[in-house]
């Protein structure tokens, strides 16, 4: 854990309301929120456990820690984790891991839908499960997660989800769900830049790019600027290549002016070789960054794998 760490936790939580009465305190509320993160994350599964992990560590707890009456018991964990309002918790742990994130240089951020396995519980009338994760590629890291009643809600979810990450700065990927124009200007008022990818549900917009890029090969992309760039990876019995072709003729799209910031359209081809079988596939996106660092974006659009 990086030295400052414990520190930003602190700060992260120093706003979240103590529900406690001032008399029956003997340990502080950040002292309680440090103790029980840091055990949660190195394996801690319960309040017994989390007690233990703070007495185990207490000398390295007393470096950032106040501990005026040593470690508290696995009673008051419970019960004050009880009564802690549960969103503004999230939101505090949120800011904080968004703050590891920044200082580790972790700048992509893919968000994406997954429905929890064995979620759904006929028997008993409960939906399956479906969650929207924003996940920092470098720090292999959830930043942020919110739950929704259907994969069809998570339009909705991924603006709220949004408004809980400081995204300045940072690379944004979405599959084709999250491909609206509401989402794109919700992400560049952050501060942030996009990388969406289409699909047919898109209307015009992606059947004009498959046009444009399919007028593109076939004339070796006479009279249009664009940018390449290609990867090839071995391993496992396969081989994988990848090229990406970027251009920024944009200005012939009609509704341009309704994706903010719009500059670059996208055609990734993904080629995959097992033995004697060869599979090709085609995604198309859009993006407001540049079309000239076409490695760039490649790489941009690969980084996200460990969200799924």
Not at 124 to 141: D, E, K, L, P, S
Request: net charge positive.
């Amino acid at each position: 854990m990086d030295a400052d760490a414990p520190r930003g936790l602190l700060r992260a939580f120093s706003e979240l309301k103590d529900p406690r009465m001032n008399r029956t305190k003997r340990h502080s509320l950040g002292d309680i929120l440090a103790i029980a993160i840091s055990a949660i994350i190195c394996g801690a599964d319960g309040w017994t456990q989390v007690a233990k992990f703070g007495r185990c560590k207490i000398k390295w707890f007393r470096t950032f820690l106040e501990l005026p009456n040593g470690i508290p018991s696995h009673d008051t964990f419970g019960r004050i984790f009880a009564a802690l309002d549960p969103r503004a918790f999230e939101e505090c742990f949120m800011k904080w891991i968004a703050d590891v994130a920044v200082a580790s240089a972790g700048r992509l951020i893919a968000i994406d839908g997954k429905t929890i396995r064995r979620s759904l519980d006929t028997a008993n009338g409960r939906a399956a499960i479906h969650m929207v994760n924003a996940w920092c590629a470098a720090n292999h890291m959830v930043l942020g997660q919110l739950a929704t009643d259907a994969k069809s809600n998570e339009i909705t979810a991924i603006p709220e989800l949004l408004k809980l990450l400081d995204i300045n700065g940072a690379v944004i990927t979405i599959d084709a769900a999250g491909c609206q124009k509401k989402i794109a200007e919700r992400i560049v008022d952050q501060g942030g830049h996009y990388i969406l990818q289409l699909k047919g549900n898109q209307g015009s917009l992606h059947d004009e790019t498959v046009a444009l890029f399919d007028q593109c090969l076939t004339d070796d992309c006479r009279g249009i600027a664009y940018s390449t760039a290609r990867t090839i990876d071995k391993g496992h019995g396969r081989i994988e290549e990848r090229r990406i072709w970027a251009t920024s003729e944009v200005n012939w799209f009609a509704e341009k002016g309704k994706w903010k910031n719009l500059r670059s359209l996208i055609r990734v081809q993904a080629k995959r070789t097992i033995g004697e079988e060869t599979s090709t596939e085609y995604r198309y996106y859009i993006s407001d960054l540049s079309a000239d660092n076409a490695s760039g974006l490649l790489a941009y659009i690969r980084g996200p794998w460990g969200v799924e």
